[in-house]
C-alpha cells in the first residue's frame, strides 16, 4: 500500500529566507508525486507534480520540488519565502491505475516577519 | 481544469441525523472522489465515486455510514448518516484530470464544513 510522511509537522522561517519541507514516500512502482497547498479558508490548490523525467520539477508561486528515487523523497523549496505562502502544505502519492491520491499529514508553515 | 460546487458550504448538524452534500462539476469528468479532513488533520479519502455503479469505499468506511450517488459525469452526492460528533469534519470532493494534464493531478471543492452536536 502507498503511503507518505512528512516529518515536520510545523515549520517557522523568516520571511526572505529559503525553505525546505520533507516528503517521503512508499509506494511499489514508480510513483506520481504531488504538492498541494490549503490557505486558511481556501480550498486545495496543486503546486507541483512529478510523473517521469526531470527529476527536478517547477511549479506556481515559485516552488520547485526534487525526486530523489534512491531516498524514495520529494522535497518541497522555495529559495525566498514570502508572507503569503503561509499555509499547510501537502505532499501526496498517486495510484496511477486508480485515479486516486493518498496524502501526507501536511506541514504548516508560518512566516515570521 | 474543472471548476466544482459543493452545497452546503457549512452546516450545524443534530446527533443521528443524516445529511446529504452535492457535489456539482462543470465539466464531464471520470473519476471522482470523496475525501475527509478532520479537524487538524489531513485527508483521508472515503471513497471512489462511479458512475453508474456502486461506489468504491476505501478500508474504514462503509455504504451504511457513507452512502454515495453518481448518476452522471458531472454530479455526486455523499451522505452522512446517523451522525455523531466524531462525523465533524471538512467532506471535500475531487475530481481527477484530464489525460493530457494528468488523470491523477485533482482539482478540489472548496469543502462541506460539518459540525454535528
Known amino acids: 500500500a502507498q503511503s507518505v510522511t512528512q516529518p515536520d509537522i510545523h515549520i517557522t522561517v523568516s520571511e526572505g529566507a529559503s525553505l525546505e519541507l520533507r516528503c517521503n514516500y512508499s509506494?511499489?512502482?514508480?510513483?506520481?508525486l504531488f504538492w498541494y497547498v490549503q490557505s486558511p479558508g481556501q480550498g486545495l490548490q496543486l503546486l507541483l507534480k512529478y510523473f517521469s523525467g526531470d527529476t527536478l520539477v517547477q511549479g506556481i508561486k515559485g516552488f520547485e520540488a526534487e525526486f530523489k528515487r534512491s531516498q524514495s523523497s520529494f522535497n518541497l523549496r522555495k529559495p525566498s519565502v514570502h508572507w503569503s505562502d503561509a499555509a499547510e502544505y501537502f505532499c501526496?502519492?498517486?495510484?496511477?491505475?486508480?485515479?486516486?491520491?493518498?496524502f501526507g499529514d501536511g506541514t504548516t508553515l508560518t512566516v515570521k516577519p | 481544469s474543472a471548476v466544482i460546487s459543493q452545497k452546503p458550504s457549512r452546516d450545524i448538524c443534530q446527533r443521528g441525523t443524516s445529511l446529504t452534500i452535492q457535489c456539482q462539476v462543470d465539466s464531464q469528468v471520470t473519476m471522482m472522489f470523496w475525501y475527509r479532513q478532520q479537524p487538524g488533520q489531513s485527508l483521508t479519502l472515503i471513497a471512489t465515486a462511479n458512475q453508474g455503479s456502486e461506489a468504491t469505499y476505501e478500508s474504514g468506511f462503509v455504504i451504511d455510514k457513507f452512502p454515495i450517488s453518481r448518476p452522471n459525469l458531472t454530479f455526486s452526492t455523499l451522505t452522512v448518516s446517523n451522525m455523531s460528533p466524531e462525523d465533524s469534519s471538512i467532506y471535500l470532493c475531487?475530481?481527477?484530470?484530464?489525460?493530457?494534464?494528468?488523470?491523477?493531478?485533482?482539482?478540489f471543492g472548496a469543502g462541506s464544513r460539518l459540525t454535528v452536536l
Open positions: 501526496a502519492v498517486g495510484d496511477p491505475n486508480a485515479g486516486k491520491s493518498t
Open positions: 509506494y511499489g512502482a514508480t510513483p506520481y
Open positions: 475531487s475530481v481527477g484530470g484530464t489525460a493530457s494534464a494528468g488523470a491523477n493531478v485533482l482539482t
